[in-house]
């Protein structure tokens, strides 16, 4: 900063010049302008002098939209049935002990057929199957997991407490991909009528049960007390499903009747 009297540099810190003692301009410490050394105001910005700029407010960024994409996603909600009661008869430590055994069966039966656990909510788990790794028989993949997840959650035997799950399951066009929140919080959003529609679902199915929007094409459904669809004789194989499992450990009888798998 140059003295208006001598023309002398003195620092930015300085109130008055070292070489004449002349009173130096006042610095806005927002914006930089010079003003009058008697200024009160700035003539910049209008800010009164003296004032310390507050901190600087971090706008989050905009969500990415460059990794979405519009697929065919099947999403799976399975809920543990009754958690409200247990939370009230169970010491916090126990009940994190049974939710813990709940996720832990379910994400067995969902890696086993390739799906994707996207969220553990409380009780309740969103499953992908689709995303990110898409099969040509992600619908049926996801009907084989509401099964085994429901028959794993209901041999569970911890705290002596009985458990059981329901499922919800649907399918249909989704966008995928758009990162939201931040820091651990952050995940990728999925954006369509689907995931909506299988929470919707899950609260309609009955304990032990697990019931979908439709069935797919080369589908049969069992009977109405079941409320599931299975694939029918045409789509498996004569001794074993074509996942792989085996239809000794179906959890409902009227499966194997359908899957057509010799025991």
């Given at each position: 900063m140059r003295c208006p009297s001598c023309m002398a540099k003195n620092a930015r810190t300085r109130r008055f010049c070292a070489q004449c003692g002349a009173a130096l301009p006042s610095v806005c410490p927002a914006c930089g302008f010079e003003n009058e050394p008697a200024a009160r105001f700035c003539g910049g910005c209008g800010r009164p002098l003296g004032e310390t700029p507050g901190p600087t407010t971090n706008v989050p960024p905009s969500p990415r939209t460059e990794s979405a994409e519009r697929r065919q996603l099947t999403v799976m909600f399975c809920d543990l049935v009754g958690s409200t009661p247990l939370s009230s008869q169970l010491d916090p430590e126990d009940l994190r002990e049974v939710i813990a055994a709940y996720h832990r069966a379910v994400a067995e039966v969902v890696s086993r057929l390739d799906g994707f656990v996207s969220r553990y909510m409380g009780d309740g788990v969103l499953v992908y199957f689709g995303y990110p790794q898409a099969h040509e028989d992600d619908a049926e993949r996801a009907v084989w997991a509401g099964l085994g997840a429901i028959d794993a959650v209901r041999r569970l035997d911890v705290k002596s407490v009985k458990l059981q799950a329901r499922v919800g399951i649907a399918t249909g066009?989704?966008?995928?991909?758009?990162?939201?929140?931040?820091?651990?919080?952050?995940?990728?959003?999925?954006?369509?009528?689907?995931?909506?529609?299988?929470?919707?679902?899950?609260?309609?199915?009955?304990?032990?049960?697990?019931?979908?929007?439709?069935?797919?094409?080369?589908?049969?459904?069992?009977?109405?007390?079941?409320?599931?669809?299975?694939?029918?004789?045409?789509?498996?194989?004569?001794?074993?499903?074509?996942?792989?499992?085996c239809c000794d450990q179906a959890p409902l009888r009227a499966v194997s009747r359908h899957c057509g798998a010799r025991r």
């Open positions: 066009l989704v966008v995928v991909g758009d990162l939201i929140g931040a820091g651990p919080a952050q995940e990728q959003s999925v954006v369509g009528e689907t995931p909506n529609l299988a929470a919707r679902l899950q609260a309609l199915a009955e304990p032990d049960r697990s019931s979908l929007a439709r069935a797919p094409v080369g589908w049969s459904a069992v009977s109405s007390s079941t409320g599931i669809s299975v694939p029918s004789r045409s789509r498996v194989s004569p001794r074993r499903c074509r996942l792989g499992a």
